[in-house]
């Protein structure tokens, strides 16, 4: 089994940066993809961004130029820096991993889950 925990959630302005993290631990492959995605209330969850083993990356449009994912593999840590942040990008945030050197973007790729962690943008 592997868990993840996530950490680094919070209420802030808009405008404001916020970076998340995520730690892996237990029984990963030599070589995994990880992904953050969100939900927002009465919403489904979506796709936001995505690393594989080799640090490349994909995101989804409207955090494009705003959000960056990072990993330290040494750490089992990967990250999403989310700067200039917008009322919009209020949801519970999710970190996924996938047992493949490569990452995707749904839902259904994913192998594990984290709980969660808030993060709330007021205007």
């Known amino acids: 089994q592997v868990q993840l925990v996530e950490s680094g959630g919070g209420l802030v302005q808009a405008g404001d940066s916020l970076r998340l993290s995520c730690a892996a631990s237990?029984?990963?492959?030599?070589?995994?993809?990880m992904a953050w995605f969100r939900q927002a209330p009465g919403k489904e969850r979506e796709f936001v961004a995505a690393i594989n083993w080799s640090g490349s990356t994909s995101y989804e449009d409207s955090v494009k130029g705003r959000f960056t994912i990072s990993r330290d593999n040494a750490k089992n840590t990967v990250y999403l820096q989310m700067n200039s942040l917008k009322p919009e990008d209020t949801a519970v945030y999710y970190c996924?991993?996938?047992?493949?050197?490569?990452?995707?973007?749904?839902?259904?790729?994913?192998?594990?889950w984290g709980q969660g962690t808030q993060v709330t943008v007021s205007s």
């Open positions: 996924a991993l996938r047992m493949s050197f490569y990452s995707g973007s749904f839902l259904n790729e994913y192998d594990y």
């Open positions: 237990g029984r990963t492959r030599s070589k995994y993809a």
